[in-house]
């Protein structure tokens, strides 16, 4: 594990236990085996389809669920050795923004008291704790007279506005963000996104986005981890990725990218449906929906492999795919 990094987990395994048909539990592998890490001032994007386990991941690397498995570590100490004083340093430094803000916002309290929280840890006097309420929330598209209502006068995207701005005023070391556009209008979206790009130059922020969007990952991101059931398939630098991908669910991600590939429809590269996470396929999980597997692709698991500029991959084939 890189000790410098801002944040970076190692081996990390998370399973669920689910009822089956109301009766008997079965486990469910959200994570297996998944190492990352996070640079100071590096923006890290998470793409996958529905269920890959994204904020799974999210909720382990900001500290608010516990691996089976596996170490998350900040600053290269891993997060159940932080003292006291390093756990709050790190829990007030590691904010995040949720796919679902409402579960995040207490809905009993007015969401000018949400989002000021921190400034009242700070000390910060109430004259300037009123002009930074306001900068922030202008910041997000929302204005002043919006602070004394409560969670539930909001909609889903608005909602989604109030969780940012929160996040945004602990002043964040790291940020990470599951689906923080998904529910807003284009014309937000893109608001946001720059508010992020702008948080990023202007406080050195790290930052780990998760989105379905590639294009919205390509844009902000420096590097983009992509995952497949529950385990990391392929990782690299933003722009090789898109421009010389090396494993195939990666290269069928991006063909399903409307207007970008006209040349391969998502239906030619994507073989079936998504398979359960509860019966996660042998070998390699991608090879029932692979157009390329080969009978090693069915019994042996493929390791991650690292090729050059930090760009790794899972595939058996890659070499031959891809070159
Ligand atoms: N609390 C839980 N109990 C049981 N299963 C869970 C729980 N949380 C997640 N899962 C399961 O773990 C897997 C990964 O879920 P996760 O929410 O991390 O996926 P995701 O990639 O974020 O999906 P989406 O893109 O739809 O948000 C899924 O199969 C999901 O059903
Ligand atoms: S290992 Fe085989 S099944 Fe898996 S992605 Fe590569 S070619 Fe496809
Ligand atoms: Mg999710």
New binding site residues.
């Given amino acids: 594990m890189n000790t410098l990094s801002i944040l970076s987990a190692a081996d990390l395994k998370k399973t669920?236990?689910?009822s089956s048909q109301g009766h008997s539990t079965r486990s469910?592998t959200?994570l297996d085996q998944v190492s990352l890490r996070l640079e100071a001032g590096e923006t890290l994007g998470i793409a996958?389809?529905?269920?890959?386990?994204?904020?799974?991941?999210a909720k382990i690397m900001a500290g608010l669920l516990a691996p089976d498995s596996g170490t998350v570590c900040y600053k290269g100490t891993p997060l159940s050795e932080l003292g006291r004083d390093e756990g709050i340093i790190f829990r007030l430094k590691t904010q995040m923004i949720f796919?679902d803000p409402f579960s995040s916002l207490n809905p009993r309290m007015r969401i000018g008291d949400s989002i000021s929280e921190p400034f009242k840890i700070a000390g910060m006097a109430a004259p300037q704790q009123r002009i930074e309420l306001e900068r922030i929330m202008a910041s997000v598209g929302l204005s002043l007279e919006a602070a004394n209502r409560f969670p539930d006068e909001f909609s889903g995207g608005q909602r989604q506005r109030i969780g940012i701005a929160r996040a945004l005023a602990a002043s964040p070391e790291i940020l990470i963000a599951?689906?923080p556009v998904s529910s807003l209008d284009i014309s937000i979206q893109a608001q946001i996104i720059n508010i992020l790009l702008q948080m990023k130059c202007d406080f050195t922020l790290s930052m780990m986005i998760?989105s379905?969007n590639l294009l919205i990952l390509r844009h902000i991101c420096d590097r983009i981890i992509i995952?497949y059931l529950?385990a990391v398939v392929e990782s690299g630098p933003a722009a090789k990725l898109f421009s010389r991908c090396r494993h195939p669910y990666t290269e069928a991600l991006i063909a399903a990218i409307p207007g970008l590939h006209t040349t391969a429809a998502k239906s030619e590269l994507l073989q079936d449906d998504l398979p359960s996470?509860l019966s996660i396929p042998s070998g390699c999980r991608f090879h029932p929906r692979c157009r390329h597997a080969v009978d090693r692709c069915r019994h042996e698991s493929p390791t991650l492999t690292d090729y050059s500029d930090g760009h790794s991959t899972a595939c058996h084939l890659s070499n031959s795919l891809y070159g």
Wanted: aromatic share 4%.
């Fill in positions: 669920f236990r689910v469910l959200a996958g389809e529905s269920g890959c386990g994204k904020s799974t991941l796919q599951d689906e998760v379905h995952m529950g996470a």
